[in-house]
């Protein structure tokens, strides 16, 4: 690995959880040098030049205009100006081939900006997606074979992993260029990722949540390893513990 850990920015964390934050303990822990991106936009402009990589977080809802759709009121909050400062920090990092991840509303964001749509509102259906309380809810979720989820997973087509969303895409607001890694038993889209690129991923749940989805925890490893340059190992075990290097 490279002297100096790869800079991964992490969007739209608050300027007093920039230690804390999950998706930064994750980021470190996986080697890599965290970088929040804060409200402020200069902190966008400075930062984005920087980076070798790039998170999408979770929170509020995708601005509904962004799909060609009028919000319904169903999209609770939304706030245009993190969605033009997350595009514009998307677009720079592709055009730089740059390994970007999307969790929970950043996968959202993600097939949003790639071309595709969205549901501004998940139906009841036989599967719980929504927190209550800010504490998770779980349901299986069924992982395909060839994708990088897979490649986590290994001999695990069918994982238990966590939820914390009310908005949420299906295979028909799929964008051009991605495809589904992962579902739910109801059809709700928990994994998607490019198809051409170095690393474009996105997935529905938090692996970065504490002991919620270890199977997962490796995803930051292959996002950091990708941002340093370094090749993939193809053996799905070396990255099942999260950390550059470590192997069970």
Same mark, same amino acid.
């Given at each position: 690995?490279?002297?100096?850990? +790869?800079?991964?920015?992490?969007?739209?964390?608050?300027?007093?959880?920039? *230690? @804390?934050? =999950?998706?930064?303990?994750?980021?470190?822990?996986?080697?890599?040098?965290?970088?929040? =991106?804060?409200?402020?936009?200069? /902190?966008?402009?400075?930062?984005?030049? #920087?980076?070798? %990589?790039?998170?999408?977080?979770?929170?509020?809802?995708?601005?509904?205009?962004?799909? %060609?759709?009028?919000?319904?009121? =169903?999209?609770?909050?939304?706030? +245009?100006?993190?969605?033009?400062? *997350?595009?514009?920090?998307?677009?720079?990092?592709?055009?730089?081939?740059?390994?970007?991840?999307?969790?929970?509303?950043?996968?959202?964001?993600?097939?949003?900006?790639?071309?595709?749509?969205?549901?501004?509102?998940?139906?009841?259906?036989?599967?719980?997606?929504? @927190?209550?309380?800010?504490?998770?809810?779980?349901?299986?979720?069924?992982?395909? +074979?060839? #994708?990088?989820?897979?490649?986590?997973?290994?001999?695990?087509?069918?994982?238990?992993?966590?939820?914390?969303? $009310?908005?949420?895409?299906?295979?028909?607001?799929?964008?051009? &260029?991605?495809?589904? /890694?992962?579902?739910?038993?109801?059809?709700?889209?928990? &994994?998607?990722?490019? #198809?051409? *690129?170095?690393?474009?991923?996105?997935?529905?749940? $938090?692996? *970065? $949540?504490?002991?919620?989805?270890?199977?997962?925890?490796?995803?930051?490893?292959?996002?950091? @390893?990708? @941002?340093?340059?370094?090749?993939?190992?193809?053996?799905?075990?070396?990255?099942?513990?999260?950390?550059? %290097?470590? /192997?069970?």
């Amino acid at each position: 690995m490279p002297s100096r850990a +790869p800079r991964i920015g992490i969007s739209w964390v608050k300027a007093d959880q920039r *230690e @804390a934050d =999950l998706l930064v303990l994750a980021v470190e822990a996986a080697g890599g040098e965290p970088v929040p =991106l804060l409200a402020e936009a200069s /902190s966008w402009a400075r930062e984005i030049p #920087t980076l070798r %990589g790039l998170i999408l977080n979770g929170g509020n809802a995708v601005d509904p205009r962004r799909y %060609g759709q009028v919000n319904e009121g =169903l999209c609770r909050t939304v706030i +245009p100006h993190r969605d033009e400062l *997350e595009f514009d920090a998307f677009e720079r990092c592709r055009e730089r081939g740059l390994p970007v991840l999307g969790v929970c509303r950043g996968m959202q964001f993600l097939n949003v900006s790639c071309g595709g749509s969205m549901l501004q509102d998940l139906t009841i259906t036989i599967v719980e997606h929504e @927190a209550t309380d800010d504490v998770s809810c779980f349901h299986p979720i069924e992982v395909f +074979p060839g #994708t990088r989820l897979a490649a986590l997973a290994g001999a695990q087509q069918n994982l238990r992993v966590n939820s914390r969303h $009310h908005q949420g895409i299906r295979a028909e607001h799929l964008a051009p &260029g991605l495809r589904i /890694s992962a579902v739910a038993p109801d059809g709700v889209v928990e &994994g998607v990722e490019g #198809t051409g *690129e170095p690393f474009l991923v996105g997935i529905q749940f $938090h692996p *970065e $949540h504490p002991g919620e989805v270890p199977e997962m925890v490796g995803l930051f490893s292959m996002l950091v @390893a990708c @941002a340093a340059g370094l090749n993939f190992l193809p053996q799905w075990r070396s990255w099942r513990l999260g950390g550059l %290097g470590m /192997s069970d």
